[in-house]
Structures are given as C-alpha cells and as structure tokens.
C-alpha cells in the first residue's frame, strides 16, 4: 500500500488484521497473503491515533475479518485469466527487467469457498474460508542466444492456498473470546 502521512514513508505503515499486527518488520508492508473472502471491511486510518497506534508513523490499515452468526450462510467463487484472453505482447531485449525472460503462456485459476454460522445459538460461532490459487505458466527468452532459443519454453508454476478459521464465544455482559487462524 501507498498510504502515507505528510514526513513519512510507505514503510512506516502498521498492518493489522483482526487486531493483530501483521507488519512485516524487515521491509514494513504486510506479512501476511490473506484470503479476500474473509474480510468483512478494511479500516484505513491516517490521522488522530489513539495511544494503542502509537508506534505508525504512517498510516494505519486494518482488516475486520467475517464472523459467524444465528444463521448460516457460504459462498462459493471462480476467477480465471489466461495468456489466451490478453493483447499479443509484443517485447524487445530493453523491456525484460528479469534477467531477458518473458511470460510466454499462463493460466491463473482462483477459487474457494467460505462458511459461516453457530456450534451453539447465541454462544458460539465459526467462520472458514479457503482459497487456492493456481497459476501454470511458462517463460522463454525476449531474444535467442547462443545457447537458447526464444522459442523454448521452461515451467514457472506455482500453487498458493490460504485458509482461514474464526471462532466467536459470545461471554457474560457482552464481552466476547475470539480465535482465529490464517494460513
């Protein structure tokens, strides 16, 4: 995120999902590749803090993750974008920035589903996501060399899985324990 207060950086933001602090402290971004479908809203503050904020000296973002409820509901999605349904790229030796290789094919396939409801009415709720995101692809060189053509393809594919589980125990005089995981 770009976010900054007038004196500071983009890497002087705090990054908190659910409360807790996931701000990478080598490089100040986030630290954790989280789950779309577990967010419920994001708060972005960039002025007035409380004492609790004190150590951001730029912004502040926070993701309010989903809780369960008294009823239940899920849902589903699928995204998908390949090399098939973009412009022809068309690059030279000047516009590879990685070692004179290009993306020559790919297929990136997102999906998941998320649950929500009760263990027990009024006492104690869940809420699960899960999200695996597929992305087959290959490179070639931008120009042939010596040793390989730029026809020839290598593999460069990667597989990613986020989850997430939430539970909420509704306690005496409206307090409440919550537990989450995401991985």
């Known amino acids: 995120m770009a976010l900054c207060r007038c004196g500071a950086t983009s890497a002087e933001n705090q990054f908190y999902i659910g409360g807790a602090d996931q701000t990478n402290v080598l490089k100040g971004v986030t630290g954790k590749a989280l789950n779309n479908e577990v967010g419920q809203e ?15 000296l730029g912004g502040i973002i926070n993701v309010v993750t989903k809780s369960g409820g008294n009823t239940f509901h899920g849902g589903g999605f699928f995204y998908y974008d390949s090399a098939k349904l973009q412009a022809d790229q068309k690059l030279t030796a000047q516009d590879s920035v990685t ?9 990136r396939r997102d999906f998941g589903v998320d649950a929500g409801g009760y263990v027990l009415k009024d ?15 290959q490179i070639s060189r931008v120009e042939s060399n010596d040793y390989v053509s730029a026809d020839t393809r290598f593999p460069r594919e990667s597989t990613t899985s986020l989850d997430s589980c939430k539970l909420t125990l509704n306690l005496q005089g409206g307090s409440s324990l919550v ?5």
């Open 123 to 137: 006492r104690l709720w869940f809420f699960g996501a899960y999200d695996r995101i597929e992305l087959p692809s």
């Open 42 to 56: 994001v708060e972005v503050k960039t002025g007035g803090d409380q004492a609790e904020d004190g150590r951001a």
């Open 99 to 107: 070692a004179k290789m290009r993306v020559v094919d790919y297929a």
């Open 179 to 183: 537990a989450s995981i995401l991985s």
